[in-house]
Nanobody
């Protein structure tokens, strides 16, 4: 089992920044992907960013490219999502997720999920 715990959400004005953290514990595997998803009220969960843990490669949804950065701290088994230039449309519950193997944008391919953290961007 893998346990994921997110932190760092909150309320921020448009144009501001937040950094989300996701601490992983339990069973770990070198060939894994860590992902961030978000779900706005009344909408489906959508992919935001993914990181291949061993190689460090990353992938982003177009709407956050240039504004968000996913990164890892291997020593602390933690993945981060640095969010800059936030917009009201970024408001959502953000979830950290993990899967074995290659990166994917499909949420059903991720086996492990955190509890979510709320991000609210005011205009």
């Amino acid at each position: 089992q893998v346990a994921l715990v997110e932190s760092g959400g909150g309320l921020v004005q448009a144009g501001g920044s937040l950094r989300l953290s996701c601490a992983a514990s339990g069973r770990t595997f070198s060939s894994r992907t860590m992902g961030w998803f978000r779900q706005a009220s009344g909408k489906e969960r959508e992919f935001v960013a993914a990181l291949n843990w061993s190689g460090g490669s990353t992938y982003y949804v177009d709407s956050v490219k240039g504004r968000f950065t996913i990164a890892r701290d291997s020593a602390n088994n933690t993945v981060y999502l640095q969010m800059n230039s936030l917009k009201p449309e970024d408001t959502a519950v953000y979830y950290c997720a993990a899967k074995s193997g290659a990166m994917s944008v499909i949420n059903t391919e991720y086996r492990y999920w955190g509890q979510g953290t709320q991000v609210t961007v005011s205009s």
